[in-house]
């Protein structure tokens, strides 16, 4: 049973930082792309980030260079760095895991993240 549990959310004001981590167990493949999606009231779900089993990164086209997605696969762990916050980053982020090679999602439970003054 797959399991993505995440932490790091909270309020920040515009401009400022925040971390992500998401902890990954019970994939049912070796091979997998952890990642993170977001979903902003009243909007559908984007990529915010992904990074693949063989280190490919792919960002969402609002990020604009401002995140940083990176995974530690000894550890199962895939964190995102986030800087130069704006309010419109403000949304639940979703930890997701998708095995290689097949259209499988898992996600976590989400964490807010909120970017108010």
């Known amino acids: 049973q797959v399991q993505l549990v995440e932490s790091g959310g909270g309020l920040v004001q515009p401009g400022g930082s925040l971390r992500l981590s998401c902890v990954a167990s019970?994939?049912?493949?070796?091979?997998?792309?952890l990642g993170w999606y977001r979903q902003a009231p009243g909007k559908p779900r984007e990529l915010a980030a992904t990074?693949?089993?063989?280190?490919?990164?792919n960002y969402g086209n609002s990020i604009n260079g401002r995140f940083t997605v990176s995974r530690d696969n000894a550890k199962n762990t895939v964190e995102l760095q986030m800087s130069s916050l704006k309010p419109e980053d403000t949304a639940v982020y979703y930890c997701?895991?998708?095995?290689?090679?097949?259209?499988?999602?898992?996600w976590g439970k989400g964490t807010l993240v909120t970017v108010s003054s």
């Open positions: 997701n895991l998708s095995p290689f090679g097949t259209s499988l999602n898992y």
């Open positions: 019970g994939s049912p493949s070796s091979f997998y792309t």
């Open positions: 990074v693949s089993h063989r280190g490919n990164r």
